[in-house]
């Protein structure tokens, strides 16, 4: 086949042999215990993954460029195989300082291709989250996913800010972000919310445990307790007591 005729999605087809042929059945039997929701594993373990990706990346940079390489794991994140999704992260990640707002709408499109926490998790928090601390202006979407009816939408919201957190921004964004999640009953949207105020509490204790205290009242068990994980113990107490 000549150079010309290669394309990203014989590039992501090749990947996916890869994949396909490298793993392991009895870790992917294994890695269902994870997850509530039926998945495909081809069961590979993460470091092997993460390694087998960077070689991928560097290849193609050096051959095709930054726009072929986006392309590439645009296609490998339409697919259903977990570890496919995560090699599409794994492809991007060290790269999300160079991008546009063009490859922030990709992205955001990707969430409606997520069907469990690993698959939001990678996209989110290694993706889209430092491109949102990098450029605080599109915080926009941040409200916009808050409000969708889509609970991965509404855990995108959370987990997009834990990388400003962890550099003291955004703490009246999260706290206008608490105030519309605060009382969603959907599991993965809470553990999404206590896990961003866990690294607020983490990153500025000082101004974070008053605002714990207020919500507390109204705050589900789940939020409250993961938001506290870090605090010293008598602080923890004092958050979690009944008001």
Same mark, same amino acid.
């Given at each position: 086949? /000549?150079?010309?005729?290669? /394309?990203?999605?014989?590039? !992501?087809?090749?990947?996916?042999?890869?994949?396909?042929?490298?793993?392991?059945?009895?870790?992917?039997?294994?890695?269902?215990?994870?997850?509530?929701?039926?998945?495909?594993?081809?069961?590979?373990?993460? !470091?092997?993954?993460?390694?087998?990706? #960077?070689?991928?990346?560097?290849?193609? @940079?050096?051959?095709?460029?930054?726009?072929?390489?986006?392309?590439?794991?645009?296609?490998?994140?339409?697919?259903?195989?977990?570890?496919?999704?995560?090699?599409?992260?794994?492809?991007?990640?060290? @790269?999300?300082?160079?991008?546009?707002?063009?490859?922030?709408?990709?992205?955001?499109?990707?969430?409606?291709?997520?069907?469990?926490?690993?698959?939001?998790?990678?996209?989110?928090?290694? @993706?889209?989250?430092?491109?949102?601390?990098?450029?605080?202006?599109?915080?926009?979407?941040?409200? &916009?996913?808050?409000?969708?009816?889509?609970?991965?939408?509404?855990?995108?919201?959370?987990?997009?800010?834990?990388?400003?957190?962890?550099?003291?921004?955004?703490?009246?964004?999260?706290? &206008?972000?608490?105030?519309? @999640?605060?009382?969603?009953?959907?599991?993965?949207?809470?553990?999404?919310?206590?896990?961003?105020?866990?690294? /607020?509490?983490?990153?500025?204790?000082?101004?974070?445990?008053?605002?714990?205290?207020?919500?507390?009242?109204?705050?589900? &068990?789940?939020?409250?307790?993961?938001?506290?994980? /870090?605090?010293?113990?008598? #602080?923890?107490? &004092?958050?979690?007591?009944?008001?």
């Amino acid at each position: 086949m /000549t150079k010309r005729a290669i /394309t990203p999605r014989y590039i !992501a087809d090749h990947i996916r042999r890869v994949l396909k042929d490298g793993g392991s059945a009895p870790h992917a039997e294994g890695v269902q215990h994870f997850f509530k929701e039926e998945i495909q594993s081809r069961g590979w373990y993460t !470091a092997e993954l993460r390694k087998v990706a #960077v070689g991928f990346r560097r290849a193609i @940079l050096k051959e095709r460029g930054q726009e072929f390489l986006v392309r590439v794991a645009n296609q490998l994140f339409s697919g259903d195989v977990l570890e496919e999704k995560a090699f599409a992260v794994f492809l991007l990640e060290t @790269l999300t300082g160079e991008f546009s707002d063009r490859e922030f709408q990709l992205l955001e499109s990707w969430l409606k291709r997520i069907s469990n926490w690993a698959d939001h998790d990678g996209l989110v928090h290694y @993706l889209i989250a430092p491109m949102i601390a990098a450029k605080p202006g599109r915080m926009g979407s941040v409200f &916009r996913w808050a409000k969708s009816k889509d609970r991965w939408h509404r855990r995108a919201a959370c987990v997009a800010l834990i990388q400003g957190t962890r550099q003291k921004m955004f703490l009246s964004d999260i706290k &206008r972000l608490s105030g519309i @999640l605060l009382c969603d009953q959907d599991d993965m949207v809470q553990k999404g919310l206590g896990w961003l105020l866990r690294e /607020t509490a983490k990153a500025d204790a000082k101004r974070t445990v008053p605002y714990l205290m207020r919500i507390r009242a109204a705050a589900p &068990r789940l939020v409250l307790r993961t938001a506290c994980e /870090t605090l010293p113990a008598n #602080v923890r107490k &004092r958050v979690l007591q009944t008001p």
